[in-house]
Nanobody, 124 residues
Framework: VQLQACGGGLVQAGGFLRLSCAASGRTFSTYARGWFRQAPGKEREFVAAINWSGVSTKYADSVKGRFTISRDNAKSTVYLQMNSLKPEDTAVYYC??????????????????WGQGTLVTVSS
C-alpha cells in the first residue's frame, strides 16, 4: 500500500502549484483523502480533505479560497490545486487516506495511510 505525492517545487509568491497523490496497492475509493503540511520546526497541520465521493470537502482557514482539493477515483488520485501562494505556505506537503467514517477527519492521528511528502517552497 503506497501513497505517492508529487508536484512540489519552488514558486514565487502569488504563483500556483498542483499537487497529486496517487495510490497503489489497494483501492482507496471509499476512503477520505487529505492533505497535511509541516513547516520547519512546526507540527504537521491539516490543509484540506475530501470525502470518498468528492461531494464534501473541508479546508483549513489559512487556505480557504486559495486551495482546492479534488479526486479522481478511477485513477486513485487526489489533487491539491494551490493558488495565490504565500511564503507561509512553504512546507512539506503530505497526502493521507482515512478509513470510511461519518465525518471528514482533520487530525493527523485519524489518518491511517501516509505518503512520503513533497516540498513546496514559496519565495517572497
Amino acid at each position: 500500500v503506497q501513497l505517492q505525492a508529487c508536484g512540489g517545487g519552488l514558486v514565487q509568491a502569488g504563483g500556483f502549484l498542483r499537487l497529486s497523490c496517487a495510490a497503489s496497492g489497494r483501492t482507496f475509493s471509499t476512503y477520505a483523502r487529505g492533505w497535511f503540511r509541516q513547516a520547519p520546526g512546526k507540527e504537521r497541520e491539516f490543509v484540506a480533505a475530501i470525502n470518498w465521493s468528492g461531494v464534501s470537502t473541508k479546508y483549513a482557514d489559512s487556505v480557504k479560497g486559495r486551495f482546492t482539493i479534488s479526486r479522481d477515483n478511477a485513477k486513485s488520485t487526489v489533487y491539491l490545486q494551490m493558488n495565490s501562494l504565500k511564503p507561509e505556505d512553504t512546507a512539506v506537503y503530505y497526502c493521507a487516506a482515512d478509513r470510511p467514517r461519518a465525518v471528514i477527519a482533520t487530525e493527523v492521528h485519524e489518518y491511517d495511510y501516509w505518503g512520503q511528502g513533497t516540498l513546496v517552497t514559496v519565495s517572497s
